[in-house]
């Protein structure tokens, strides 16, 4: 694949993951990654997605007023998370990746399925103090060894019964320090992929485009028919990522 090639395909890439998160409020990563990985292999996918993601979720970050409620209730989620991120990145780009590669595979796919049934976590109640914590350490590990940080973060924040724009901010929050910590790791260990400015560059314009054509379509189609569409080709996709990872 030439230069022209490569920035024409990370750039259309980064449009359809922007949009995806430009409407359900989340997705960059998750559908970047799954996307890449089968042309690039997982290392340089999530290399390439982390700078695109950073930007993005900075504006998610700030997006509302709750940032300061939100960090005192949730900083054992994304504290932990993150930690456990470091350490898990830190094997990943350390290893062969096949198996984490299927990982990634079977994550997205058993993530398109809960989405489709529309299972959901109980209120945690009393029992979020030591739940945040539990869910940050799961979430933070398998993000770092797959690049994919909505599994179980985003069903956790769901079950917090946050309204629409807290939760969004929320999810904004957590992906930005995830994102952060694993960039920091990559940099230390060289994990980014040759050229990584001006890739991520493109993508990162490419996904505000993206998630600015998202919020234009948010406004005239149902979220729900948008995620059924979504969950259904993430889970092909999911497949698809796993099986060729395995028969590799």
Known sequence: ???????VTIGLIFILAGTVKGVVGFG????????LTPLYGLVDAIGLMLIPAIVTNFWQAISGDQFIVLWRRLWALFVSGALCALLAANILVR????????????IILAY???G?????????GRQEKWLSP????????LVGLTGVSVFPMTS????????RQTQFQAMGMWFLTVMFVISAVFGWQGGFPQAIVGLGATGTIAGLI?????????????ESVFQQVFFVALGVLGVFVAMRAYWA
Do not use: C, E, N
Request: hydrophobic share 50%.
């Open 210 to 222: 993206g998630m600015m054509l998202g919020q234009l379509i948010g406004k005239h189609l149902s």
């Open 28 to 35: 960059l990563p998750l559908v970047s990654i799954t996307l």
């Open 134 to 141: 539990i869910t940050g350490i799961l979430t933070g590990t």
């Open 156 to 163: 956790y924040l769901h079950a917090l019964r946050l309204d």
């Open 116 to 124: 489709l049934s529309s299972w959901q976590l109980p209120k945690p």
């Open 1 to 7: 694949m030439d230069a022209i090639q490569l920035y």
């Open 112 to 114: 398109s399925v809960i």
């Open 95 to 106: 290893v062969d990746t096949r198996g984490f590669t299927i990982l990634l595979g079977v």
